[in-house]
């Protein structure tokens, strides 16, 4: 340390030199004395020059030292006397200070220390080479933080605001859980029943023999702690933190003073509230340590602290609830990088386990989610093992979803069928209609939502190339083939031939782009009718299966695709008809491309009950959702509704001509809300409906349709 220079005076005695490191001093205290004008041996005056070479400190142009801010062991002025842990009295003249003394344990100057020569205390006797006085002053200085064992450099405004929090909260709980000691004694006549068969008060000989038994309800208890936890899980994480370690320590020691067992519910039973308190906390802590960037040393004090809790009994299955493998884990690492896609090694001789609990396994996915790794969240829930069979199983289920987020989606399809575990079915038993319709646009498009979830409603992003047509077919169908739920659903078929019909580039807004396909050539229609019928009872055997090349080859791999769609739900058709809820969606499905529904009502016209059923349904649909179908009309336009009639009405079997004669009965009744109505007598005109042969039901239906119009 160096002085400014300054012009020496007679009176100089001394400077103080101030060590950094109180631990490091070599005289054991935090100053050093040094007489610049102590005489030489030979008795000449000391150079201004002053070096002292055990402290390696050169001092140079020394003035009048002034007395800084030092603990009351280094003062200079008084002299003071060590022992280990004296508070009875002050020792010697260990009371006496100067103006700049500080109080050791309090960290403030000596004159405002309370308890400087309190009897029983003494803080004038505190020193630094005491461990008792050192754990005085970390407690005076951390509060109750001190019971984590954290150093003082660990605590910031964070933690100490957690600290703060929690004594309030311990000297809260300490009123409630005396109350709860006390126990009440109800009247006879009130006194529940606590047995079973719970009957009404009075009448059970059991609990009127106990009437003059204490009850002792935790109800009081459990709601302080919940609304602490609540509290508790508002603040940042490290508070939190703090504040559920200290619940799970106080909440511990508490004890059923009862004798005999009482039934009293969840919340009033000890033996009961306090696991379920204790499930809450652990979770939200397994949570934090995998979701908060937890200093390494303060992740471990928190664990060490949760280990070092006594737990009662009826706690026991908490004991290892924390113990939460750092993300730099060896084996952790190696199967997030792929190194290793079992999840276990062998250590020591032993093979151990990637093993997790569920709430650890969910933070770790909602980490990779956020930052994007998918490869990394694919690996890692393949790998890792839980005693939660069916919470494991969910998480995997979104597997073949985090695949598409990484473009493989040949592989996320393939994930889709074959499970993870020998124990589990395949992901298609359990995925939704809805789910399997975002699947299918996102193999046709090869987008994804840019949400953490499919079902997002947000924008789509780009993130490989979608897959060729005679993948996406083959691919589609085994899904149906694997699912009866989704085979027998209305709304997976319809999603199926919408997607086939529509293009692989989605619209600005996330929307697929319907095609208008033409009609193929009959022989072309014919070929791919009779190569599909073979391949599709392949795909139920879950034979692989190759589509033949040549049809795909061509430029009518679309309409290839639309064809084997109608097929398919043909053969559904005539196996599953009395399971379908509704044919209307699957018709609607077809859009512009009439000829490939055409094909499929003309398929089902040599069925008669299959004909029958079909009809049905589709006039009981009209019946039931007129307006859905006026709306729909209203924005799809003449156009389509006139082909869309005209297709029924020009069928060769007369009961599927009643669907188009009921839609013309429900757009003639509606005519207030169809201005485009109008425009379909040029179209049925142009489709020779006026020309059909004279009496027929069609014909007089039609005719006076057109008649209505041409009076206006």
């Known amino acids: 340390m160096t002085m400014g220079p300054s012009k020496r005076e007679e009176e100089e005695k001394s400077i103080i030199l101030i060590s950094d490191d109180e631990a490091e001093s070599t005289l054991g205290n935090s100053v050093l004395l040094v007489d610049p004008l102590e005489k030489s041996a030979s008795g000449e005056e000391k150079s201004e020059e002053v070096v002292d070479e055990e402290c390696e400190l050169m001092v140079t142009f020394c003035k009048q030292p002034k007395a800084m801010p030092h603990a009351r062991y280094d003062c200079t002025t008084h002299p003071f006397e060590r022992t280990e842990c004296d508070t009875c009295s002050p020792l010697g003249k260990n009371a006496d200070i100067c103006n700049q003394c500080y109080c050791y344990v309090c960290d403030k100057l000596a004159s405002e220390c309370q308890n400087?020569?309190?009897?029983?205390?003494?803080?004038?006797?505190?020193?630094?080479?005491?461990?008792?006085?050192?754990?005085?002053?970390?407690?005076?200085?951390?509060?109750?933080?001190?019971?984590?064992?954290?150093?003082?450099?660990?605590?910031?405004?964070?933690?100490?605001?957690?600290?703060?929090?929690?004594?309030?909260?311990?000297q809260e709980l300490s009123v409630e859980y005396s109350k709860y000691l006390v126990g009440e004694r109800l009247p006879p006549t009130q006194h529940e029943c606590f047995c079973l068969p719970?009957?009404?008060?009075?009448?059970?000989?059991?609990?009127?023999?106990?009437?003059?038994?204490?009850?002792?309800?935790?109800s009081g208890v459990f709601s302080l702690v919940t609304k602490?936890?609540?509290?508790?899980?508002?603040?940042?994480?490290?508070?939190?933190?703090?504040?559920?370690?200290?619940?799970?320590?106080?909440?511990?020691?508490?004890k059923d003073p009862a004798l005999n067992w009482q039934n009293l519910g969840h919340t009033a039973s000890l033996k009961i509230a306090v696991p379920c308190l204790l499930q809450r906390i652990t979770t939200h802590l397994q949570k934090m340590l995998v979701l908060c960037d937890f200093p390494k040393n303060l992740y471990e004090k928190f664990i060490n602290f949760f280990q070092s809790i006594s737990l009662p009994c009826h706690c026991f299955g908490f004991s290892n609830s924390l113990n939460v493998v750092p993300w730099d884990h060896g084996l952790l690492t190696t199967v997030l990088k792929g190194q290793n896609i079992t999840g276990q090694r062998t250590q020591k001789g032993r093979k151990v386990f990637l093993w997790e609990m569920l709430p650890v396994i969910e933070a770790r996915v909602e980490r990779l989610v956020d930052k994007k790794k998918f490869k990394e969240v694919v690996r890692y829930l393949k790998a890792?093992?839980?005693?939660?069979?069916?919470?494991?199983?969910?998480?995997?289920?979104?597997?073949?979803?985090?695949?598409?987020?990484?473009?493989?989606?040949?592989?996320?399809?393939?994930?889709?069928?074959?499970?993870?575990?020998?124990?589990?079915?395949?992901p298609a038993c359990r995925i939704t209609p809805i789910q399997f319709e975002v699947y299918l646009k996102m193999f046709r498009t090869g987008s994804v939502p840019a949400g953490k979830d499919m079902l997002d409603t947000g924008s789509w992003i780009t993130v490989g190339p979608p897959m060729k047509d005679s993948v996406l077919i083959k691919q589609a169908l085994k899904l149906l083939y694997s699912s009866v739920s989704l085979y027998r659903n209305p709304k997976c078929w319809s999603s199926l031939i919408m997607i086939l019909g529509s293009s692989n580039v989605l619209?600005?807004?996330?929307?697929?782009?319907?095609?208008?396909?033409?009609?193929?050539?009959?022989?072309?229609?014919?070929?791919?009718?009779?190569?599909?019928?073979?391949?599709?009872?392949?795909?139920?055997?879950?034979?692989?299966?190759?589509?033949?090349?040549?049809?795909f080859s061509s430029q009518l791999h679309h309409e290839a695709c639309l064809i084997i769609a109608v097929q398919a739900v043909q053969q559904m058709l005539f196996c599953d008809l009395q399971y379908l809820t509704s044919f209307l969606e699957i018709a609607l499905a077809f859009g512009n491309n009439f000829w490939a529904l055409r094909l499929l009502l003309d398929n089902l016209s040599y069925e008669e009950h299959v004909l029958h059923g079909?009809?049905?349904?589709?006039?009981?649909?009209?019946?039931?959702?007129?307006?859905?179908?006026?709306?729909?009309?209203?924005?799809?336009?003449?156009?389509?509704?006139?082909?869309?009639?005209?297709?029924?009405?020009?069928?060769?079997?007369?009961?599927?001509?009643?669907?188009?004669?009921?839609?013309?009965?429900?757009?003639?009744?509606?005519?207030?809300?169809?201005?485009?109505?109008?425009?379909?007598?040029?179209?049925?005109?142009?489709?020779?409906?006026?020309?059909?042969?004279?009496?027929?039901?069609?014909?007089?239906?039609?005719?006076?349709?057109?008649n209505m119009f041409e009076k206006l």
């Open 116 to 170: 400087w020569t309190t009897l029983s205390l003494c803080h004038c006797n505190a020193h630094n080479k005491s461990k008792f006085w050192k754990e005085q002053r970390d407690f005076a200085l951390a509060g109750v933080l001190v019971m984590f064992n954290l150093e003082l450099t660990d605590i910031d405004a964070d933690l100490r605001h957690g600290g703060n929090l929690l004594i309030k909260f311990i």
């Open 198 to 218: 719970k009957l009404p008060p009075g009448q059970c000989n059991i609990c009127r023999s106990r009437n003059l038994e204490v009850v002792y309800k935790y």
């Open 228 to 254: 602490f936890l609540n509290q508790a899980e508002k603040e940042n994480p490290k508070a939190a933190a703090v504040m559920f370690l200290g619940a799970a320590k106080e909440i511990a020691l508490h």
């Open 384 to 426: 890792v093992k839980c005693n939660d069979i069916k919470g494991l199983r969910d998480l995997r289920d979104k597997i073949p979803f985090y695949l598409c987020k990484t473009g493989d989606f040949l592989d996320a399809a393939r994930s889709l069928l074959f499970p993870i575990s020998s124990l589990a079915c395949c």
């Open 507 to 551: 619209e600005k807004n996330g929307h697929l782009h319907p095609l208008s396909l033409k009609e193929p050539p009959l022989d072309f229609q014919k070929g791919v009718l009779a190569a599909s019928g073979d391949l599709l009872e392949e795909l139920k055997a879950k034979i692989n299966v190759s589509l033949p090349p040549a049809i």
């Open 614 to 706: 079909i009809v049905n349904l589709i006039l009981r649909d009209l019946n039931c959702q007129k307006a859905m179908m006026l709306k729909l009309w209203q924005n799809l336009g003449p156009q389509y509704v006139g082909e869309f009639v005209c297709l029924f009405l020009t069928c060769r079997h007369k009961k599927m001509q009643s669907i188009g004669l009921f839609t013309l009965n429900i757009i003639t009744e509606n005519l207030h809300v169809c201005p485009w109505a109008k425009h379909l007598c040029n179209f049925f005109h142009n489709a020779g409906l006026r020309h059909l042969p004279l009496g027929t039901t069609i014909h007089h239906e039609v005719s006076k349709f057109i």
